[in-house]
Each structure stands twice: as structure tokens, then as C-alpha cells.
């Protein structure tokens, strides 16, 4: 029988390419975002403890009781893998420049649990001993050795003063892959716990609990009710099931559990690609079994056995599937190796290493095998449904019977000849029902991809996330936590304005009114209100689109909810108390938009934005929290140079907008580029469905559009019928396919980010490439087979 | 006027060492009117006599007249009108669209020509051929006989001038194969169409008015 399969395979050249590159297209696109998804997926494994667990921690506690949860969670009553104890509030700022410093008092293994890794030395262990980023001599002016004493300002908590306090450098932690605005350090519990009663600081509140354990094991439930038991009351407190120091353990958490939107979208991806890739490579393998099945019934009148006929048609299937999986696998590792590894450095914005799992190759291996398996089982089935003389004489339509409703409906309505193409086509389609729906989910899936990935780029403006700011200066300096009080005076602005390289500086201020100010309108609360004051030097930039006239005293408002009624403050605001009972009078109008990125990260029912002469009128002297700054310095010397300034807090960020920008851009990029390559395989795909169709229709039909011909219908008219036949299959999955890419992008993509919406005229255009692809591919192979000579019998 | 004329009449396939004359220097001349039998035993070359006088088939020599006008395979377009308006083709294999009613099949060509059926005639057509009672059924729902019938009917439909049978009793029994052979001869005479018919079998080919016997591509005798 393998003899047999040979020779067919070897006669039916193109029948047996096409196949063959059906699955190679389908395993490689599979096998590619797989790997691409699981690569994403283990970024940060070597950061995650032990791979899948998750911290927990318990803060705001006091010594006694951590003691006693500490004790409890040791002894094993819970499957805890380590238990750290801390002692968090240890907070410092280098000398020379101000940059924080985090310190964490601890006993236990802290590498285990926050996942440092240490560059040089030791983790303290001896009184005063210290290990700290080893960024530090970055920012430091002196370069640290271990062994080096160092000396910091140290507090327990906000309302301490600071002491200063001398440590021995035991050892440098290596950089934290995602970076902090603040540095990190590690000392002993007991030295915290020394410098907390010098500074007579009641830490009742102090101490924390940080657990890693493993996370299909973990019972919380369990855990609190055990803990409840102890007398404590409830052990929540400040519990958090992640990580908040420790941002590459956040990252990495997420896209271990698939929180992350690129893993999500890959995942969505892979599941419909693969079901499309199923889908073609049922179509081949039926195909493959349905063009031959005149001759399996010759064979079978001959006197081959059932069983034979069988292992003929496995035989054959093997050789695709081998061919097909091996090639298919070794060039999708390769094409991940040369290109895909590449695209995904641009979208996560850092190297990525390709995941080698073993899990991958196997996945693939099986679904293709699977479905290889599962269409092959299939036709058999039908193969042996055919007496050989049925399957002699097969045309697709045996057990053809209208479904129309009426006898009047069977009669052709079409006199015309176009009409009759059209009726004929129609029927052609119901000949095989199953060959016909497996081409038009092949094509709706790729129609409905094309249509989602275009509408979803076309919504992003790559520029958005800086937009407005990157036209006018490079940097911005903000607070780092809204929590705190810490605004940018106008002193600071001047004193920067007058460094040498900067051009010029822009105010953004934006607080919200229950922070800092109130504002008492009769009948209105503004609580939930932000504040943004500008200052005159930005709204000149910004006025061509923005009615915030710094000349006029008038203040716009903005409100998210249109149920706000705003015809209560239409009119000149009478009174206004800032809390000392002052009364102002200004002008407030609405605004149906604002200019992007001046709410970016803010919330609350809406913002009033005023410029900041009138800010100066309504609440006194003001203070900002966001600046632009324009200058030509390079990011490290600009900063540096912030910080050293006097009156400089510890909390202030420098962000390099040029490279966030670049940085967007790139990510955009990466994300096309995989959206680029999925429509082009399903397409592919797709197009390969409908050309074994096609190809699968003429030979079945041979004889009968020979007939066809001999009564005289022209190359012409034949053609139109195949054409329309695909075309009418084109259209249907297509404008199904508008209907669901339209709700995906009305309903679900506006919940991703409001600025989603479907974009109409894309849907169309799309419907009208897919019926061109749809003719035209079955044009060229009916085109080839003009000049061929009409047969009106079967040859074979 | 002979409605059908072939003049030395040759049909090389292959080449070389592998060539094969199929037909070899043949002349006919046909009457309007006229019920010829081609006999001829198997590889004899009669089919390819009747796929050139329909147009399916250019010849590699010779030349074909019909009504004194040549047949060229060079414009498709030409062939296929020849082919729709004035042939009528019966196959042995019935050859009718599984997908289509009975009465869809008989009104094919007269759609591809854009003409309007013609319900009197088609009526009176498939009351002739017995199988008005089936006008709506399709094709596997029918007998061989009947859809010989069907395919009879469908040659008639466009009043073609000559109407080519390939063996058109081949797949049928005996007795059905004398029922479609009258059925056929007599609505060629009621029709008055020219019928060349191509069979293997001599009783069959008796039923015609005149019996060109063929050989190894060539006509060794005209009765």
C-alpha cells in the first residue's frame, strides 16, 4: 500500500504541494506564536520564587504580633516555602543628591522572597551592615567598595526626624531589571529595630510579614482563620497578595498568570489561528481522500479490501503529515529564531530569550497530529459509507435534494444567463455542505481578524502618550507619589529655568480639590474635582486648541459624566471660599475635550483647568506638581542637577519623554509587525482553502463542466460560475464577519481604552478585498484550464 | 446542400514514436434530415469523429463545413454558439447536473444563449419523452432511462440542427436502450433534426437510415 500512496503523491505534484504546505504554513504560524506567548510568559521567571508561587504579606504590625504570626506560619500549619521579617520603615536619601534610598530591616532569606540577586559580597548579617544597588554609584559621588562605611540620613516614618547613621557596604544587589525611582537597600531587623528606639518611633505599626508560598497550595481561607485564632483579630490588615516594592516581581506575576495584555492578545491569537490552521488542514486531508475517490471505487471493484483501501489513504496521510510537521516545526523554530525573537525585544522593550519548553513542541506536534488524525478518520468514514460503485461514479451531489419549500421555487427563475450563474453557483455550494463550511470559516476567521487588527491600529495615535508634551519640551519632572505633599514651587521653576542648557520650563499642576483646596459652590460639590492650573507660558503653546485664554480670567471645565448638571454653574460663579472666606468671581465654561495626556493617570468625575493668574487670585500662591522641561542637557546630567538643588525634595522623577516616545513608537512597531504577520498567514491560509476548493471542484466535476461545454457554454460563463461560487461563500463570511468585528470594536476594544471605536469604512473595504481574493483565486486555476481539451467522460 | 460536410478529416494525438492517428483522411457528407449510425468497434476512431463535427476536438488535418461554413476551433466564443445553437449532444453517461431539476437540465442551453424557454414546446417535449411527471425532480432521484430522456430532451431544447449520440443507449439495459432509441429517432424525425448517433452495437445501428462503419480511423463502408 505504500508503494500506492507513493505513486499517488508522486502523480498529483500539485495536489500534494499544496497540502504539503498547508501544514507546514499552519504548524510554522502555530509553533511560532506559541513559543513568541510562552517566551513572554517566562520574562521573569528567574525572578518569580521558585516559579509559580505567590508572596503574600501582612503589614503594619507590631513586634509581639509579628513574633506570634511568624512563629505560627514556621511551625508549618500552613505550606509556607519562606517567611520573612521585616521591618519596613526605614527610609534614607543619598547626602549629595537627595535620591531616595528604601531600606529593609529583615530577618530571612530576603533574596528568596523579593528575588534580589546579589552582584558582589554578602547580605548583612553583622549590626549596621548594609547591601545596596549597586546603582548607587551611579548617583553617588563617591564610588562605594564593600567593606566602605557609609553614612545616611535615616527616619523611621514621616513624622521622625532624621538621625544620621553610619553602615558597612556587605554587598551590592544586582539592578533591578524594571528599575525604581528609588534605591534599595537591605540591613539586619535588629539594626532596625536599634535605630527605631533611638528615634523614639512606637513602631507598633512597623513590622511586616512577607510569605512566599506555593500557589496552588495556598489555602487563604485557611491561612486567616488560623491566624484569626491567635486573639489578633482580623490578620488581613494590609494584605496584598503581590509584591509592591519590588516592580520586576509585579511585572513578572502578571505575566506569569496572564494578566498582561500582550500575552492575553497572543493567546487570543494562537486559539484563533490555530482553529483557522485546523481548519485548512481538515479541507487538505478531505480533499486529498474526496479527488480520488473515483479511483479508490475502481480499486474496490478490482477487489481491494476495505482494510487495504484504509492503510492506502493512511499511507498516504502519513507522508503529508511527517513532511509536513517536520518541515513545518524546523522552520518555525528558525523563523522565531531570525525574526520573532526580534519583534518581541520591540514590544516588551527589553531582550527577550526564546522559551525552549519542551511543552511547545509538544503542543504543536499534537494538535497537528490531532487534526491530521481526526479529518483522515473522517473520510474513511466516508469512503466506506460509498458502495464502489457509488464511489466510481462520485460526483459530491448523490444525495443532492433541494430545500426549498415549494415546487415553484425548484424551477429555475433565472432566464437570464447572469441569473442562471447565480442559481447554479448557489447550488454548487450545497453540493458538499461540509467542504463549503469549512472554506467559509477559513474565511471569516481571516476576514474577522484583518477586520479587528486594522480597526485596533487604526485607533492608536503613536504619539498619544506623550503627544502634546513631546512638542514642547524633552522632560518632565513630577511627584513620584501623589500621597505625599510635595508640589514644585515657583522658587524651584526659577532656580531650573536658570540652568545652564534649559531652555525653558512649563507648570502643569494638577491636584485634586480634597487634597489641597475646596471650592463651595452653592449646589455643586467639587471634591471629586481635579485641579489643573497652567501657567501662561504652556497655554500659549497649547491655546490654538484650547480655550484657556491666559489673558482672561475664565476657567473651563470638563466633566466625564454628561449627567452633571452644568446649567447650575453656566452662570458667573458668585462666591467662592478657599476656606478663608474669600470671594472670588470668575468666568466657567465647559469643554467637550481636553488635549491628551493633560489627564493622563488622573480620575475623578472631571477637572477644572485655570490658568495660573487666576489661581493665584483663588487660592494664593500655588505650587505645581507635573513641569515640562525644554532643554538640551542629556537626561543624567539634567537630573543630577535637579536634585542638587536646595529645597530639593526626595521625591521628585525625571522621565525622558523623547525616549518614552521612541520607546511607544518601538512597542507600536513590534505589535504591527505580529498583527502584520497574523493576517498575512490567515490569509494565506484562507486563500489555500479556497484554492484546493477550486482545484477539488474542477477535478470532481471534470465531466460534467465538460458537458457544460459541449452544449455550449463558453470558458467565459464557466469560469463566472466557479468564481461566483466563491465569491457568494467570500461575501457571506465576510459581512458575518463585519458583524462581529463591529461588535468586538464597539463593545469590547472601548474597554481596553475609551478612545476605541469601531471605524465603519474599514469594514467595507475589507468585505470587497475578500470577494476580489475569492474570484481571483479561483480565476487563474479555471483561466489554466481554457485551453485544455473538453472531455465529456471521466478520464483518469 | 449537405447540412454536414468532412473533408480528409485526420486526428494525430501524441508524437513521434508515440503518435496515434485516431482519424485518417476521413470524408462524409451528410444530409439534413438524415439518422446516420456510425458503427465501429472500440479504439475505431468514431467518437473523435463526432467530438470534431461538435467542435470539442480540432482536427489535425482536413476540414469540417457545416451549412458550407468551416469550423475553426480558433475562436472559443464562435464554437461555443455552434456548439449551443446548432448541436445537440446525448452522452452515455447522461451527463446532467446532479444539482439542477429536471426541467432546469432541459432548459440549460437556451439560458446560455439568453433566450426565454419556450413553455408550449417544452411542454409538448417532455410529454413526447414521458417525463413531465418528473419536471421537478432532480437527476438522482430519476432512472437511467429516464434521465437518458432528460438528456434528450435537453439536446432538443434549442432546436439544434444536428444532434450527436455517443453511444447514448451504452449505460442502459436492453429493453430501456430500445425505448430511448425510439424515443430518440422519433423525435428527431418529429423534429426534424439531423441525428448521427456512434454505437458499437450493429442491431442498434440498424435503426438508422444509413450506417458508416469505421476502422482503425478510417471509414471502410458506407449501407
Known amino acids: ?796 | 446542400m449537405k447540412i454536414l460536410e468532412v473533408r480528409n478529416a485526420s486526428k494525430i494525438y501524441g508524437e513521434g514514436e508515440n503518435a496515434v492517428a485516431a482519424l485518417n483522411e476521413v470524408t462524409l457528407k451528410i444530409d439534413a434530415g438524415e439518422f446516420i449510425a456510425i458503427l465501429g468497434p472500440s479504439g475505431s476512431g468514431k467518437s473523435t469523429l463526432l467530438n470534431v463535427i461538435g467542435g470539442l476536438d480540432a482536427l489535425t488535418q482536413g476540414e469540417i463545413f457545416f451549412q458550407g461554413d468551416k469550423l475553426s476551433l480558433d475562436n472559443d466564443n464562435r464554437m461555443s454558439e455552434y456548439r449551443r445553437d446548432k448541436i445537440g449532444f446525448v452522452f452515455q453517461s447522461f451527463n446532467l447536473i446532479p444539482v439542477l431539476s429536471v426541467y432546469e437540465n432541459i432548459v440549460m442551453p437556451l439560458i446560455l444563449s439568453d433566450q426565454k424557454p419556450d413553455a408550449n414546446y417544452m411542454s409538448e417535449l417532455m410529454i413526447h419523452l414521458g417525463i413531465e411527471s418528473k419536471k421537478n425532480a432532480f437527476p438522482n432521484q430519476l432512472s437511467g432511462g429516464q434521465q437518458q430522456r432528460v438528456a434528450i430532451a435537453r439536446a432538443l431544447a434549442n432546436k439544434p440542427e444536428i444532434i450527436l449520440a455517443d453511444e447514448p443507449t451504452g449505460n442502459l439495459d436492453t429493453r430501456t436502450g430500445e425505448e430511448v432509441l425510439e424515443l430518440l429517432t422519433s423525435s428527431g424525425k418529429r423534429y426534424s433534426r439531423t441525428i448521427i448517433m456512434i454505437t458499437h452495437n450493429e442491431s442498434i445501428a440498424q435503426k438508422a437510415d444509413r450506417i458508416v462503419r469505421i476502422e482503425n480511423g478510417g471509414i471502410v463502408s458506407e449501407s
Open chain 1, 1 to 796: 500500500m505504500r508503494r500506492f500512496a507513493f505513486r499517488y503523491i508522486l502523480k498529483q505534484k500539485k495536489t500534494t504541494f499544496s497540502i504539503i504546505v498547508g501544514i507546514i504554513l499552519t504548524v510554522i504560524m502555530m509553533f511560532s506564536l506559541m513559543q513568541m506567548g510562552d517566551s513572554i510568559a517566562v520574562r521573569y521567571e528567574s525572578l518569580l520564587v521558585k516559579g509559580q508561587q505567590f508572596d503574600f504579606s501582612m503589614r503594619h504590625m507590631s513586634a509581639q504580633k509579628q513574633a506570634d504570626y511568624a512563629r505560627l506560619l514556621e511551625n508549618g500549619e500552613a505550606d509556607i516555602e519562606d517567611v520573612l521579617i521585616l521591618n519596613e520603615s526605614l527610609s534614607s536619601t543619598l547626602p549629595e543628591n537627595g535620591m531616595d534610598i528604601s531600606i529593609i530591616g529583615s530577618e530571612g532569606d530576603v533574596s528568596a522572597v523579593f528575588g534580589f540577586e546579589l552582584a558582589e559580597g554578602a547580605f548583612p548579617s553583622q549590626p549596621y551592615e548594609i547591601c545596596v544597588e549597586e546603582r548607587i554609584n551611579t548617583y553617588a559621588e563617591t564610588t562605594y567598595k564593600i567593606g566602605d562605611r557609609i553614612s545616611l540620613p535615616i527616619r523611621c516614618s514621616s513624622e521622625s526626624e532624621y538621625t544620621e547613621e553610619t553602615f558597612v557596604i556587605s554587598g551590592f544587589i544586582k539592578d533591578l531589571p524594571t528599575g525604581s525611582t528609588y534605591l534599595i537597600g537591605n540591613t539586619t531587623l535588629g539594626t532596625a529595630e536599634e535605630i527605631s528606639n533611638k528615634q523614639g518611633y512606637d513602631n507598633d505599626d512597623a513590622r511586616a510579614i512577607f510569605v512566599t508560598v506555593e500557589k496552588n497550595e495556598f489555602d487563604s481561607e485557611r491561612i486567616y482563620d488560623i491566624m484569626s485564632n491567635l486573639g489578633y483579630g482580623n490578620p488581613l490588615g494590609d494584605l496584598s497578595l503581590k509584591f509592591e516594592i519590588n516592580d520586576a516581581k509585579v511585572q513578572a506575576y502578571d505575566e506569569a498568570i496572564g494578566d498582561s495584555f500582550m500575552d492575553k492578545g497572543l493567546k487570543v491569537l494562537t486559539i484563533a489561528l490555530s482553529v483557522a490552521a485546523v481548519f485548512l488542514i481538515y479541507n487538505s486531508i478531505n480533499l486529498s481522500v474526496a479527488e480520488k475517490i473515483r479511483q479508490y471505487g475502481t480499486l474496490r471493484c478490482l477487489g481491494m479490501k476495505r482494510s487495504q483501501l484504509q492503510r492506502l489513504v493512511l499511507s498516504e496521510v502519513l507522508i503529508y503529515a511527517v513532511l509536513g510537521i517536520g518541515i513545518g516545526q524546523a522552520a518555525g523554530i528558525l523563523l522565531n529564531m531570525v525574526v520573532a525573537q526580534s519583534i518581541m525585544s520591540m514590544v516588551i522593550g527589553s531582550e527577550v530569550l526564546l522559551a525552549q519548553r519542551p511543552v511547545t513542541y509538544i503542543s504543536v506536534l499534537l494538535l497537528a497530529t490531532a487534526v491530521i488524525g481526526v479529518s483522515t478518520y473522517l473520510s474513511i468514514r466516508k469512503l466506506q459509507k460509498l458502495t464502489p460503485l457509488q464511489a466510481m461514479k462520485y460526483t459530491e451531489a448523490e444525495n443532492y435534494k433541494s430545500r426549498s419549500f415549494s415546487r415553484e421555487n425548484r424551477e429555475v427563475k433565472a432566464s437570464k444567463r447572469n441569473q442562471f450563474i447565480l442559481h447554479l453557483a448557489g447550488r454548487n455550494l450545497s453540493r458538499n455542505r461540509s467542504k463549503t463550511a469549512v472554506t467559509f470559516i477559513s474565511i471569516f476567521i481571516s476576514a474577522l481578524l484583518c477586520m479587528v487588527i486594522l480597526n485596533f491600529f487604526l485607533c492608536i495615535d503613536p504619539g498619544e502618550n506623550v503627544g502634546m508634551n513631546q512638542k514642547i519640551a524633552k522632560f518632565q519632572l513630577y511627584r513620584t507619589n501623589e500621597l505625599q505633599d510635595v508640589y514644585i514651587g515657583e522658587a524651584l521653576l526659577e532656580d531650573i529655568r536658570g540652568l545652564e542648557g534649559v531652555n525653558n520650563v512649563y507648570g502643569i499642576g494638577s491636584n485634586s480639590f480634597s487634597y489641597s483646596h475646596t471650592l463651595n459652590i452653592e449646589g455643586f460639590y467639587f471634591s471629586d474635582y481635579l485641579l489643573v492650573v497652567l501657567d501662561d507660558a504652556l497655554i500659549q503653546k497649547i491655546s490654538p486648541t484650547f480655550l484657556l485664554n491666559p489673558e482672561e480670567e475664565i476657567a473651563l471645565i470638563y466633566m466625564y459624566d454628561d449627567g452633571d448638571d452644568f446649567s447650575d454653574l453656566s452662570d458667573a460663579i458668585a462666591r467662592v471660599s478657599d476656606g478663608e472666606n474669600k470671594d472670588v468671581e470668575f468666568n466657567l465654561k465647559r469643554i467637550e475635550e481636553v488635549p491628551y495626556h493633560l489627564l493622563s493617570g488622573y480620575s475623578g468625575e472631571g477637572v477644572l483647568f485655570v490658568n495660573d493668574k487666576l489661581a493665584d487670585r483663588v487660592f494664593g500662591e500655588y505650587e505645581y506638581i507635573d513641569v515640562l522641561i525644554d532643554s538640551d542637557l542629556d537626561y543624567e546630567d539634567l537630573f543630577s542637577q535637579i536634585l542638587k538643588m536646595n529645597g530639593m525634595t526626595d521625591q521628585l522623577q525625571l522621565a525622558d519623554i523623547e525616549a518614552g516616545s521612541e520607546d511607544a513608537i518601538k512597542e507600536l512597531t513590534g505589535i504591527l509587525l505580529i498583527a502584520v504577520f497574523v493576517i498575512v498567514f490567515t490569509a494565506t491560509l484562507a486563500v489555500l482553502n479556497i484554492s484546493n476548493t477550486v482545484r477539488s471542484n474542477i477535478q470532481l466535476r471534470q465531466s460534467e463542466n465538460g458537458m457544460l461545454r459541449a452544449i455550449g457554454m463558453t470558458n467565459k460563463t464557466l469560469t463566472a460560475i466557479i468564481c461566483t461560487e466563491n465569491a457568494l461563500v467570500g461575501f457571506m463570511a465576510s459581512v458575518l464577519a463585519s458583524f462581529f468585528g463591529i461588535l468586538i470594536s464597539a463593545v469590547i476594544f472601548p474597554q481596553i481604552d475609551s478612545k476605541f471605536h469601531p471605524i465603519i469604512p474599514i469594514f467595507p473595504l475589507v468585505i470587497a478585498v475578500v470577494m476580489l481574493t475569492c474570484i481571483m483565486t479561483a480565476y487563474f486555476p479555471m483561466r489554466a484550464h481554457w485551453n485544455t481539451t473538453i472531455r465529456t467522460h471521466i478520464d483518469e
